[in-house]
Nanobody, 125 residues
Framework: VQLQAFGGGLVQAGGSLRLSCVASGRAFSSYGLGWFRQAPGKERNFVAAITWDSETTYYADSVKGRFTISRDNAKNTVYLQMNSLKPEDTATYYC???????????????????WGQGTQVTVSS
């Protein structure tokens, strides 16, 4: 599976962005999908995840109520709608795919075997 993320950019605090991640490969609909982010000099952190059937979504506490993850299996695409953006949301955002996403491993980066190249999000104050 190859993943390509796009949709990042520069936005003012309080604004919105929608990230997209398009995957190649026929098994896309069977994968759990996640978004992670990494700010300069910091570790890569979990942001959101969604199960293969969209039945369950997971969010980091820092983005709950502001970000929404969704997917369209027909388009091999996962989205991250980001509203009410804050300067602390500034980071490179990565999409990732997991062959086994559960309620206990969704936030662990080593559970995701396939990664996109990242897209930069910058939120100005």
């Amino acid at each position: 599976v190859q993943l390509q993320a796009f949709g990042g950019g520069l936005v003012q605090a309080g604004g919105s962005l929608r990230l997209s991640c398009v995957a190649s490969g026929r098994a896309f609909s069977s994968y759990g999908l996640g978004w992670f982010r990494q700010a300069p000099g910091k570790e890569r952190n979990f942001v959101a995840a969604i199960t293969w059937d969209s039945e369950t979504t997971y969010y980091a506490d820092s983005v709950k109520g502001r970000f929404t993850i969704s997917r369209d299996n027909a388009k091999n695409t996962v989205y991250l709608q980001m509203n009410s953006l804050k300067p602390e949301d500034t980071a490179t955002y990565y999409c990732a795919a997991s062959t086994w996403l559960t309620s206990t491993n969704y936030g662990l980066s080593n559970n995701y075997f396939y990664w996109g190249q990242g897209t930069q999000v910058t939120v100005s104050s």
